[in-house]
């Protein structure tokens, strides 16, 4: 039998980790493997995890949120594994999930797993701190690690919405220089998002067409500041249709790498996860580090 390591989060989402356990543990079991299962306590546990017995382990599993998921691929990645790992979502929003299409029905998503392929996806490197998905600052964003769990849990992503919300007053203009492998961008900004994923928080939307997670590039979305009332009107309608080049008020364009200058050091959000600002940032696509499996 092959060995499986499964880590999960019993606090994720509505709880819904530790309700499924025993049934996820009867499919793995069901397909020949051997089952050894590891709740997290406290932050930083999965990463550990993963770093002290994922090398004797065959496939690792995380049943969690995306933030469960990231300190999985960190520890995985700081590691060294190439390890085949399994991602069944059990959290509030699971951004990165919808964005694979992987299933939001537990015991399914655990099946697809025991019978699925893996196949390399992209991570990305914030300095030297790994993130999965969606590296982001300015508007709603500190909604999204600020947001109490209990809160998460009822309402989803709408959480997000109504506690980022109530910061509105709170948004200054954000001054940022951007360097791209072609281009370079400097301005005021509402908010700016480098991401690999077709959601974020549930609220910005991209295309599935717009997005490839194992080409090696990420996705620049940046939010310019204006008092025009009709540019305004653009920035709203084009966020609406996810028409991101029909306005100047939004930039939209791809990139491997991404050097950052912001003079205020504004706080950043990583998969959802409070990042300290620092002035200078360099974000970088590592292409294919991950083997997740998939359907």
Do not use: C
């Not at 029905?105 to 196949?119: F, L, R, Y």
């Not at 360097?179 to 994923?197: H, M, P, R, V």
């Amino acid at each position: 039998m092959e060995k499986l390591l499964l880590i999960y989060n019993p606090n994720s989402g509505t709880r819904k980790s530790a309700r499924y356990l025993s049934d996820v543990s009867e499919i793995f079991t069901s397909h020949s493997f051997l089952v050894t299962a590891l709740p997290t306590l406290k932050r930083g546990d999965a990463t550990y995890y993963v770093k002290r017995f994922g090398p004797d382990y065959n496939f690792v599993v995380v049943m969690g949120g995306d933030g469960t998921y990231n300190e999985v691929v960190s520890g995985y990645v700081e590691s060294g594994l190439k390890t085949p790992i399994g991602y069944i979502p059990a959290g509030s929003t699971n951004d990165f999930a919808q964005g694979l299409g992987l299933s939001k029905d537990i015991k399914e998503a655990a099946e697809d797993i025991a019978t699925g392929t893996p196949a390399g996806i992209d991570v990305g490197l914030f300095n030297d701190r790994v993130f999965t998905y969606v590296a982001s600052f300015g508007a709603f964003v500190k909604a999204s690690y600020e947001t109490p769990q209990n809160v998460k849990n009822a309402l989803g992503h709408m959480a997000y919405i109504l506690e980022g919300a109530t910061s509105l007053a709170d948004i200054r203009p954000i001054h940022a220089r951007i360097k791209t492998d072609t281009d370079e961008f400097e301005g005021d900004y509402l908010f700016g998002a480098i991401s690999n994923s077709t959601s974020m928080g549930g609220v910005l939307k991209l295309k599935p067409e717009d997005v490839d997670m194992s080409d090696g590039l990420f996705e620049l979305l940046l939010l310019r500041t204006s008092t025009d009332v009709l540019e305004i009107g653009d920035l709203v309608r084009a966020v609406a249709e996810q028409k991101y080049d029909t306005t100047p008020m939004l930039t939209f364009v791809e990139s491997s790498r991404f050097e950052i200058d912001i003079p205020e050091a504004v706080d950043w959000s990583l998969d959802g996860e409070y990042q300290k600002g620092v002035q200078h940032i360099v974000i970088e696509n590592k292409y294919k580090a991950v083997n997740l499996i998939r359907k």
